[in-house]
């Protein structure tokens, strides 16, 4: 009877994080999306480019790390700051470079939901590592995408 509920609650809580995960991309392609039609998209900036593509690979490398035994907290608290200094950046752009820095929040949230659920949970199924590493690099692919999209 136990094994039963605790089956039953851990396909919930995949569907929810799927559902999360599904929202947060609609509304990051939305965000996307609407840049162009209102014409207030900011340029091309290769720092930008630059901070998502190189901090894409060390989130998935951390990953793949959460199915061992211990926690690297450093390289956690490394990059919080990354993202932190980004979002800093980005917000500081000014209001035109919403949609950028909206998305670099998404990123953040989503980190930080998958880092305390590591910690709270314990070590992660390779499947569940995998599904994670999916979901946080498609979040990142979008912002990259953003970017290389805007005006150069």
């Known amino acids: 009877m136990e094994q039963y ?15 999360t995960a599904a929202c947060l991309l609609l509304i990051l392609m939305y965000l996307s999306g609407c840049a162009h039609v209102l014409g207030a998209i900011t340029y091309f900036d290769p720092t930008t480019y630059k901070n998502l593509t190189d901090l894409k690979p060390e989130v998935t490398a951390l990953y793949d790390t959460f199915t061992g035994d211990t926690v690297d907290n450093g390289q956690i608290s490394a990059i919080c700051l990354k993202l932190a200094q980004m979002y800093e950046y980005e917000k500081g752009k000014g209001e035109k470079n919403k949609e950028t820095y909206t998305q670099i929040r998404i990123i953040q949230t989503m980190f930080e939901k998958h880092v305390s659920d590591r910690l709270r949970d314990g070590k992660w199924s390779m499947t569940h590592a995998n ?3 999916e979901t946080i690099a498609e979040a990142f692919d979008i912002a990259i995408k953003t970017e290389a999209l805007k005006n150069k």
Do not use: A, I, S, T
């Not at 509920?5 to 559902?19: Q, W």
């Open 131 to 133: 599904n994670q590493k």
């Open 5 to 19: 509920f605790f089956g039953r609650h851990l396909k919930r809580n995949r569907l929810f994080d799927k559902g």
